[in-house]
Structures are given as structure tokens and as C-alpha cells.
């Protein structure tokens, strides 16, 4: 009978997740006045006697614990049968509980369960017992009030989506033992300014510490192996990262949108630069790629536009399409001999670049790829080009010398050297004159041509 009416209670009181319970505001951190177990300590246990009933500073979560686990229904919850807890379930998910800092004396208590506290939006603290191994999957999803949380050392696994929109999370510590934060942990943990990734973690995943846009700086360890797909996905306060050597991979738009970070350093061990890594990182002034890179993704450095000087070594074999796109600031740039293909748009929008060098590896400059270059005035295509795609050179206000050196016309595309400066001359072998001028999409230019001796 008893635990009926505790019931009945628990339906009119404590799953209503509108307004923090007993008045509290979402902003003064659970500021006050201390009851007997109330704060960061919970009741306090002084007694060998493990029957004594625990305090509890939330009503509601003293009426949760007992509607659930109080055996001899005295409607108390004692130390002896908190300690007999294994499994909190979902008994909490949704409930409308500001503190459970004596959660703490759930001593048998490994795991935080799969949505354990999921959309609790008025939980402010809580207390995590020492003996926990794991962090559920989404166990604290949607505690947007939660202000900080220390993982015991004992935790090995931090779930997927097990902090997910904690907005109001300022600071987390991660015990020695954990070896996986899983995707999206921290998700969209606004307030977040600093974090320390522990020597266990082998692996950050993906879209872990996705809009943290407060963290300012993170340091990741020499255990880690892989960073995930968006891991620091618009972390729009990060300043600088050092990649350890033991990284092997960066998973695409890693750093998207990352627009205070101003340097990266690029480890050796890293083989390849996905697709928008460095997206859109705005202070982002020069970066290093190693020769371990063999190639650069799609989107790699899209608009980075206070990048000035890139070095792309000879190992790299492949640029992606877009991959300087809107680097503004870009002044020069040498594409290496192992380069075979200019992707599409790669260089597009680079308003600063006044020279390129293009080596006898290129095969094909595909559409676009130095589009609105406005700064360049001359480049020389060699002779192992065998085609140049639509656009190619459109709108370089400035390109009044172009230098062609393959004795067979490339095929053409639409547009290859619309407006460019007035006045340009393109120079071909001049026993090649005529072939160029009869040639699809080059005789547009033949008052342009002229012939040249290389």
C-alpha cells in the first residue's frame, strides 16, 4: 500500500521536468541553505550502523530512491539498502531532480545505466559512486543544468551520447582508467573550458566535442590512435592543438569551423588529410603537412582565409576538389611532381595568389580549379597536360601571360580563360599555333594565341 502511494506521489511531483525543484535556480549552481547531507558530501554516513537512514537534500530524489528500493518500506532509504543497488534502470530518466550527490553511497553500483538520467533539465550535481566502470549510453543526455561532473578513476568507458547537450557543463574530469569517450559524449557542451583527455584513451570519437564552443584549449595524449569524424566540430574558441605521433588518422570536419585556432601541428604518422579536417578555420595562418601525406581531401582547408604559406609535399599524389578554396590570403603555392590531377574549384577564390607552379606530372586541371584568382599574372601549363576543365581559369582579373606548352591542344572546356586581363597573350609552340586556334573551346582565344619558342 505504501508503495502505491509513493507511486501516485512520484506521478504528481517529480516527472514534470519544467522548473528546478524546491525553487532552485538553473543559475546558482544549487547555492543553498545547507540541510544535514546536503552539498557536494550528501548525508553524511557516521554510523556503523548501516540501517541509519541517508538524508537526502532533493525530495524528489529521496522519493524516487524510495519508491524503488526501500525493502522495508519505512519510507526511508537506508545505507545498507542503497548498497544493495546494482541497477538503476531508467527510475530517474525524465524526473525533474535537482541534486543526487548521495548517490555516491551506492557502493555495488558499476554502471550508469543507458539513459540513467536522460532529460533530467533541472539535475544541477551529482556525486558518481568510486567503484563505476561505466557511463552508459545518452545516461545523462539532456541534463542541460548539470554545472560539472567528475568520472571516477575506476570508469573505463564513457558512452555514446552520455553528456549529450549538458549545456551548462563548465568543467568535466576524466579518471585515469577510461580508454573510450564514444561519439558525441560531449556534444554540444557549450560551457565546457577545458578538458584533460587522460594517458588511457586509445580513441576520441566521433563528434565528441561537437560546438564546445567555450573550450580553449585541449591536450591529446600520446595513447590516442584515431580522432573521429567532427570530433572538435566548431570548437570556436580552441587556440591551438598539438596531434601526438601515435595518431594514425583524423576523421573528416575534425576541426570544422575551429575559427581561433591559429596553429595545428600535423604529426608524421598521419597518411592522409580527410575532407574538411581544417574547414573553415578563419586564423588559421600556416600548417605544415608532412611527408607521410599522400592526400589531401575535399574541402581540406576551404576558407582559411588568413592562411598565407602551405608546403604540400612530394608524397602527396592527390588534392581534393575545393581543398584551398577561399584561402584569401594564399600568395603562392607549389604543387609537387607526384601531383597528377588538379581537382575541381581547388584553388578557387584565391584572391592573393599570385603564382603557381605547376609541374610535368599534371595531366588534367579540372573545372574551375583557379577560379577568380585575381591576383595571378602569369602560369605556365606544362606539356604533359592533356586537359583543361571548364573554367579553369575564369576570372583571373590579373593573368595576362599564360604559357602552353604542350605541342598537342588540350581538350578544352567552356570558359577556360573568361575575363581575363586585358591584353593577355597565350603563348603555344608556334609550329602549334593553328592547331590551338582551330581547336574547340581555344579558338574563343584566338585573337589571344600566339606562337613561342620553349
Known amino acids: 500500500m505504501k508503495k502505491i502511494f509513493l507511486l501516485l506521489a512520484a506521478v504528481g511531483m517529480i516527472f514534470t521536468a519544467c522548473e528546478p525543484a524546491n525553487g532552485l535556480d538553473e543559475d546558482n549552481n544549487g547555492n543553498q541553505t545547507e540541510q544535514p547531507g546536503s552539498g557536494d558530501q550528501g548525508g553524511e554516513d557516521n554510523s556503523d550502523d548501516k540501517t541509519q537512514a541517508i538524508e537526502f537534500q532533493d525530495e524528489n530524489t529521496k522519493l524516487l530512491c524510495t519508491l524503488h528500493w526501500d525493502e522495508n518500506e519505512d519510507g526511508e532509504l537506508s545505507y545498507e539498502e542503497a548498497a544493495a543497488v546494482t541497477d538503476l534502470g531508467t527510475a530517474f530518466k525524465g524526473s525533474s531532480i535537482f541534486s543526487f550527490t548521495e548517490l555516491k553511497y551506492f557502493t555495488s553500483l558499476e554502471k550508469i545505466a543507458d539513459s540513467a538520467f536522460e532529460g533530467c533539465v533541472s539535475l544541477v550535481e551529482i556525486t558518481l559512486p568510486e567503484q563505476l566502470t561505466i557511463i552508459g549510453t545518452s545516461a545523462f543526455n539532456g541534463c542541460s543544468n548539470l554545472k560539472k561532473i567528475a568520472i571516477p578513476n575506476a570508469v573505463t568507458s564513457i558512452g555514446d551520447d552520455a553528456f549529450r547537450y549538458c549545456k551548462s557543463l563548465t568543467s568535466a574530469t576524466i579518471g585515469n582508467s577510461v580508454t573510450s569517450i564514444g561519439d558525441d559524449a560531449f556534444y554540444y557542451c557549450k560551457s565546457l573550458t577545458s578538458i584533460t583527455i587522460p594517458n588511457s584513451v586509445t580513441s576520441i570519437g566521433s563528434w565528441t566535442f561537437y560546438r564546445c564552443s567555450s573550450l580553449t584549449s585541449v591536450t591529446i ?234
Not at 250 to 272: N, Q
Not at 381 to 409: H, N, Q, R
Open 221 to 454: 595524449p600520446n595513447s590516442v590512435t584515431s580522432i573521429g569524424e567532427g570530433a572538435f566540430y566548431y570548437c570556436t574558441s580552441l587556440t591551438s592543438v598539438t596531434i601526438p605521433n601515435s595518431v594514425t588518422s583524423i576523421g573528416g570536419s575534425a576541426f570544422y569551423g575551429c575559427t581561433s585556432l591559429t596553429s595545428v601541428t600535423i604529426p608524421d604518422s598521419i597518411t592522409s588529410i580527410g575532407e574538411r579536417v581544417f574547414y573553415n578555420c578563419t586564423s588559421l595562418t600556416s600548417i605544415t603537412i608532412p611527408d607521410s601525406v599522400t592526400w589531401i581531401g575535399d574541402y581540406a582547408f576551404y576558407g582559411c582565409k588568413s592562411l598565407t604559406s602551405v608546403t604540400i609535399p612530394d608524397s602527396v599524389t592527390s588534392i581534393g576538389s575545393e581543398a584551398f578554396a577561399f584561402c584569401s590570403s594564399l600568395t603562392s603555392i607549389t604543387i609537387p611532381d607526384s601531383v597528377t590531377s588538379i581537382g575541381n574549384s581547388v584553388f578557387y577564390n584565391c584572391t592573393s595568389l599570385t603564382s603557381v607552379t605547376i609541374p610535368d606530372s599534371v595531366t588534367e586541371i579540372k573545372y574551375h580549379a583557379f577560379d577568380n584568382c585575381t591576383s595571378l599574372t602569369s602560369v605556365t601549363i606544362p606539356d604533359s597536360v592533356t586537359s583543361i576543365g571548364e573554367g579553369a581559369f575564369y576570372y583571373c582579373t590579373s593573368l595576362t601571360s599564360v604559357y602552353c606548352k604542350p605541342t598537342t591542344p588540350p581538350t578544352g572546356g567552356q570558359d577556360m580563360f573568361y575575363d581575363n586581363a586585358s591584353g593577355r597573350k597565350i603563348y603555344v609552340p608556334r609550329n602549334s599555333v593553328n592547331a590551338y586556334k582551330a581547336k574547340s573551346y581555344w579558338s574563343y582565344y584566338a585573337d589571344y594565341i600566339e606562337g613561342y619558342d620553349f
